[in-house]
């Protein structure tokens, strides 16, 4: 027999009583996690909730009460209406912001739901949020911060002394030419500055100078011997001296003469034409030795001046020794045999005779040699030309010995040498 007795209104009943079935009970039991926010919470999460429900718990009225009570206090102040409307403007702000925060309080405090509680999950917390950082790239000299290993290290080491000390081809191979075109050089000028008119003149008219025995004289032979220097320097053809005639109407000069003179003028253009050229080089090894490498053609000079007083003592010594026998060989070393041998009475033998060709080479070997030893002078590596400070004498102590001080120099290439105390003093590369 089933009872159908409604139960009273104020009584509980019975099936849903945890007394009366203790089965019900959240609190005895305690293997089931699902039930675990319906068990008493700890005094200091209570008081947790507690606080963090407070706000929420301490508005007794609702947001529409709050909102009538609020308009219904700005009607009734009628002395200062807009002050009292700022007022109530400002209140009602103040609780919509109020009551925004309570909500959002409330939704993140909120129970969740059995899924999540079974999972031992309480409250679902807010997430803080954090701007997204923006995107950089990395330095350029971020790599530079990574020390390389230790053998990486010496290799570059290694390798940045040796380019150190590594000197460059370039202006060692400029200084070399320049000190072999430099004798040259001027030995090309020196036999220019000899065929000239002014050098006939002086030879002409010096006392001393042997006479013509055919009827030469010192006008007659700087008029035609005039003639015969121009052709050395001149574009013109055998013809210039081919047609030239004496007094007597004769040709000055016979075909072999004029042979000859063709020959010598062929010679004395092409040292002429080399000796341009040289120049020319050298002034473009001046120029890049003074822009490139200090001190470059000083050197270049010095060793060319070595070079020449060298070559010019040499020949000198050949030409003092056997005048005849050097002439003969230099002319077998530039024509053909038998083309410049003439007689006597021969023109060339009459305006330059044995004598004009030894006063040539002497003006030639003076002003070679003069010139080389100006140049030596002037290019002697002092110290001051160096860039070297100048040495101090160290003072004598008692023992009659100077000190060190002042004693350290520097070589050409600027480091510093060992100071003369004995002492080795490090050198920062």
Same mark, same amino acid.
């Given at each position: 027999m089933k009872d159908n007795t409604p139960t009273p209104s104020g009584r509980l009943d019975p099936r849903l009583d945890p007394a009366a079935n203790p089965a019900l009970d959240p609190a005895?039991?305690?293997?089931? @996690?699902?039930?675990?926010?319906?068990?008493?919470? =700890? *005094?200091? !999460?209570?008081?947790?909730?507690?606080?963090? &429900?407070?706000?929420?718990?301490?508005? =007794?009225? %609702?947001?529409?009460?709050?909102?009538?009570?609020?308009?219904a206090a700005a009607e009734g102040a009628g002395s200062d209406p807009a002050p009292a409307g700022r007022d109530a403007a400002a209140g009602r702000d103040a609780a919509t912001d109020r009551d925004a925060?309570?909500?959002?309080? +409330?939704?993140?405090?909120? =129970? %969740?739901? &059995?899924?999540?509680?079974?999972?031992? +999950?309480?409250?679902?917390?807010?997430?803080?949020?954090?701007?997204?950082?923006?995107?950089?790239? @990395?330095?350029?000299? %971020?790599?530079?911060?990574?020390?390389?290993?230790?053998?990486? $290290?010496?290799?570059?080491?290694?390798?940045?002394?040796?380019?150190? !000390?590594a000197k460059p081809v370039l202006p060692r191979f400029l200084q $070399?030419?320049?000190?072999?075109?430099?004798?040259?050089?001027?030995?090309?000028?020196? $036999? #220019? *500055?000899?065929?000239? @008119?002014?050098?006939?003149? $002086?030879?002409?008219h010096r006392p001393g100078f042997p006479g013509d025995g055919y009827g030469f004289n010192a006008d007659d032979r700087m008029t035609y011997g005039s003639y015969a220097v121009d052709y050395l320097s001149n574009w013109s053809g055998p013809r210039y001296l081919g047609e030239l005639v004496n007094r007597s109407g004769e040709k000055l000069f016979k075909d072999g003469e004029v042979s000859h003179m063709a020959d010598v003028k062929l010679v004395f253009l092409s040292a002429f034409g080399?000796?341009?050229?040289?120049?020319?080089?050298?002034i473009i090894a001046i120029i890049h030795l003074r822009r490139r490498t200090p001190g470059g053609v000083r050197r270049g000079l010095f060793a060319g001046s070595i070079v020449t007083l060298v070559l010019i003592i040499g020949l000198g010594t050949l030409a003092?020794?056997?005048?005849?026998?050097?002439?003969?060989?230099?002319?077998?070393?530039?024509?053909?045999?038998?083309?410049?041998?003439?007689?006597?009475?021969? +023109?060339?033998? #009459?305006?330059?005779?044995?004598?004009?060709?030894?006063? *040539?080479?002497?003006?030639?070997?003076?002003?070679?040699?003069?010139? &080389?030893?100006?140049?030596l002078i002037l290019t002697w590596p002092t110290r001051r030309r160096r860039g070297l400070a100048p040495a101090r004498k160290g003072r004598k102590g008692a023992d009659g010995e100077g000190d060190a001080e002042g004693s350290d120099v520097k070589d050409d290439s600027g480091t510093d040498e060992a100071p003369r105390t004995g002492s080795v003093r490090p050198v920062n590369l």
């Open positions: 005895e039991d305690t293997d089931e @996690p699902a039930f675990d926010w319906m068990k008493p919470a =700890p *005094a200091a !999460r209570a008081a947790e909730e507690e606080g963090a &429900a407070g706000p929420a718990a301490s508005q =007794p009225e %609702s947001r529409a009460d709050r909102k009538a009570a609020e308009a925060a309570t909500d959002r309080t +409330t939704k993140f405090r909120q =129970p %969740s739901p &059995a899924g999540s509680s079974a999972m031992g +999950t309480r409250f679902s917390e807010p997430k803080p949020f954090s701007e997204p950082r923006p995107f950089s790239e @990395p330095l350029p000299t %971020s790599a530079l911060q990574v020390r390389p290993p230790q053998e990486e $290290v010496e290799r570059r080491n290694a390798e940045r002394e040796q380019a150190a !000390r $070399v030419l320049l000190a072999i075109f430099y004798p040259v050089i001027l030995l090309v000028l020196a $036999v #220019r *500055a000899v065929t000239s @008119p002014l050098f006939l003149w $002086v030879e002409y080399g000796g341009a050229l040289l120049i020319l080089i050298s003092a020794l056997g005048w005849q026998q050097f002439f003969t060989e230099f002319h077998r070393i530039f024509f053909a045999a038998g083309s410049w041998t003439f007689a006597l009475e021969d +023109t060339l033998i #009459r305006l330059f005779p044995g004598q004009f060709w030894i006063d *040539a080479g002497l003006v030639i070997a003076a002003l070679v040699l003069i010139t &080389a030893v100006v140049t």
